[in-house]
């Protein structure tokens, strides 16, 4: 069984900052993708910000230079830094990991969401 488990969301002020948490447990053999989505109110659920286990970050273009993804590979966490937030990153974030687990399975794992909301 995998979990991942996201903290960190809460309500903050346009110009303000939140850095956003996700940890997997359970029978994980190899962590590959890890990321970042969100969904808005009415809005399909899009990526964030994504990152390989030692690769490069991939970010959506509306949070280019204002968002950074990093892990701890040691801790199995994932984070996202947000700055400069604006009303319109106001949405539930998801965690989603891309896992092996230790019987040789691939698969998508999901968190259970965190809510961002940006006043103006």
């Known amino acids: 069984q995998v979990q991942l488990v996201e903290s960190g969301g809460g309500l903050v002020q346009e110009g303000g900052s939140l850095r956003l948490s996700c940890t997997a447990s359970?029978?994980?053999?190899?962590?590959?993708?890890m990321g970042w989505y969100r969904q808005a109110p009415g809005e399909q659920r899009e990526p964030v910000a994504t990152?390989?286990?030692?690769?490069?970050?991939d970010y959506a273009f509306s949070v280019k230079g204002r968002f950074t993804i990093s892990r701890d590979n040691a801790k199995n966490t994932v984070y996202l830094q947000m700055n400069s937030l604006k009303p319109e990153d106001t949405a539930v974030y998801y965690c989603?990991?891309?896992?092996?687990?230790?019987?040789?399975?691939?698969?998508?794992?999901w968190g259970q969401g965190t809510q961002v909301t940006v006043s103006s």
């Open positions: 359970g029978n994980i053999f190899r962590l590959n993708v």
């Open positions: 990152l390989r286990s030692g690769g490069s970050p």
């Open positions: 989603d990991a891309r896992i092996t687990t230790t019987d040789f399975l691939t698969g998508d794992y």
